[in-house]
């Protein structure tokens, strides 16, 4: 997380600066006035000294930091950034301490963005007591928070509004259903107890759901559920052969009809691979980018012994004679997948275009210290 320290007192600077030991990597903005009212007790060289108002601060820097500590009053912290808090998806952590450092307020994006771990994590650095103020329901009552267990395993909301009735409902000692494509941990024998599991029934037994999966609309079989949460796991590798000089637009295109066609929600892709003759075909490149993931390329001898290890049977003399294997997309999509790995399809062909699927030996843990 890129830390940014911004204290306006002198008391605020030397607080600042004292975390600024433990935090090298964070970077320091002080109060110039405040800061040089005591310049012994400089510790780094490279403190930003500024003079300008901390509205026009944050303008500049706003975008720039994964999470801001705030030493000074909350009722400034909260005016300041009010005109850029956007969305709990986007917006950064912010936590707000007293220049005496005594408490540590995780004010904005306590989940998703970490600010709660930011302010715990504030507190336990420091050789004496340091009270974190943590807020959100879930945490205090200690009930689980699936915006929390969807940042831990690597998993995107595609409806972040239905959150807060999920998590609602767990605060007020209602059960919520789950259904998940992943194993999990615990057993499902051994879930929290106000979790109740659907085993991919025809119907949610609860009237609130949370669907971890990566087709697009499986939750359709669960027509008496009023809120559904919609996890979506990066589990999947996709794999891709093509001939040279395809089109990003032909190959995007092709992506996405494969993708609809097998109803599988885009956002399940964690990487693209292919062979390594294709590292600098501009087409993958931009299908790479549009999708949002790595683009990860494999030489033919690492993907000729990939067949074997996974029993591929779908393989092709003409690709073999033109790339030195007889399979790309496939071996591709399973090697990057990993050891374990299950393929989902094995080879679809477009117009010049090959792609394949897999799915990487995922578990979803419903604690963090599992």
Known sequence: MKLAIIALTRGGCRTARRYGDLLP???????????????????????HHF????????????????GFVMIMATGIVVRTIAPYIVHKTRDPAVVVMDEHGEYVISLLS???????????????????????????????????????????????????EELKYISGALVNGQ??????????????????AQLVD????????????????????????????QHILHLVPRCLTLGVGCRRGVSAKALIEAAEQFLASNKIRPEA????????????????????????????????????????????KDLSDFVELTTGTPSVSAA????????????????????????????????????PQQ
């Open 110 to 160: 306590g989940h998703l963005g970490g600010a709660n771990d930011l302010a715990r994590w504030l507190a336990d650095i420091v050789p004496y007591m340091v009270q974190a103020v943590i807020t959100t329901s879930t945490d205090l009552n200690q009930q689980l928070a699936f915006d929390l267990l969807a940042k831990q395993n690597d998993c995107q909301i595609v409806n972040i």
């Open 332 to 367: 591709a999509a399973t090697l990057g997948a990993g050891r374990g790995c299950f393929p989902l399809i094995e080879k679809e062909k477009y117009l010049g275009i090959t792609f394949s699927l897999a799915k990487k030996n995922k578990v979803f843990k419903f604690s």
């Open 25 to 47: 990597e964070a970077d320091i903005y002080l109060k110039r006035e405040a800061a040089e009212m005591d310049p012994r007790q400089q510790t780094r060289r490279d403190e």
């Open 175 to 192: 059960k919520v259903a789950v259904s998940c494509c992943l194993p999990t941990l615990p057993r499902t024998d051994e879930w929290p």
């Open 269 to 312: 892709i964690c990487k693209l691979c292919s062979i390594d003759i294709k590292a600098k075909e501009p087409g993958l490149i931009a299908l790479a980018e549009y999708l949002g993931v790595p683009f990860c390329t494999y030489g033919a001898a690492e993907l000729r012994r990939q067949i074997e290890e996974v029993s591929l």
């Open 198 to 225: 659907c085993y991919l029934q025809d119907d949610s037994p609860e009237p609130n759901l949370v669907f971890i999966d990566y087709h697009k609309a499986g939750f359709v079989n669960f027509p008496r559920a």
């Open 51 to 66: 003079e300008c108002r901390l509205a026009e601060l944050m303008a500049e820097i706003y975008s720039q930091y994964d």
